[in-house]
């Protein structure tokens, strides 16, 4: 059911759990202009150190790991807990890969996808006949 | 059709074995992060963790995108409730293709486990992460008993 990601060490035929972070989606908002594609994923807790963006061939791959801090105490109840970030969307062939941006703020990747030149729309002038 | 105590005890077993199965479903139900939008779940926005260490609480929350002013938390003895607004933020001029994040005010209350000195809370919000520190008020302290 859960899609997770054990990490697992063979030590002598004993099997040993090393990490396991379930994978979990991150929520987006998908904006588009007439200058770029917009969007924005909500991965609270990440770092930027820990934040991986790959476009390739179409494919727009957004990872982000969240670590947590240590417990401070015992604890009462726990509701989040490490997790891996991740999405993948398809993107036009249009965009211009070497001026993707991206920015991390308030747990919320922000990532602009500018549009090549030739894919912005023109306006055709009509001369009068 | 003779069955012996083997057999209908194992039938017991299996059923509770589906019982509790069952049960585990919708706890996960609740708490999984999976069921997108879980945001939308009312009463479990944001998502949070408590710690006790004895003379004071952790309070940790989701809470994304937001800063300090969306922000708004109230605290009476045990009782802790954090208020804000998701703002909406479709800039200017731009089609919206997908829209998950929501833009709801939220409001959710707790009970704590022990009654909080409320001058002395300290909240910091760092890359959607809010920390709260609720010391405890002097009574609720642990204190060390000696035995004569």
Redesign the interface.
Known sequence: ??NSKDLVKSEGGKLEKVRKA?V??P???????DDE??L?A??????KEDVNVNLDNGKLDIVGYRKM?K???????????E?EYRRRFSVPQTIDVSKVEAE?K???LQLHLPKSEAAKPKRIEIKAA | MLTGWNDIDRMFGAMDLFRSRMDSLFNDFDTSYRKVPYYLAGENWPRTNLFDAGDNFTLVAEVPGMSKDDLNIIIQGNYLEINGTRKAETPEGYKVHKSERGTASFSRSFTLPADINADKVEASLKDGILEMKLPKAETAKPKQISVK
């Not at chain 1, 929520?27 to 202009?33: Q, S």
């Not at chain 1, 909500?42 to 770092?47: A, C, D, I, L, T």
């Open positions: 059911m859960a379930p979990i989606v929520l987006v908002d998908i904006f588009e202009n594609i917009l924005y909500e991965m609270p807790g990440v770092v801090a417990p401070t105490g015992a604890t009462e109840w726990e509701e989040f807990s997790v991390l308030d747990g919320v």
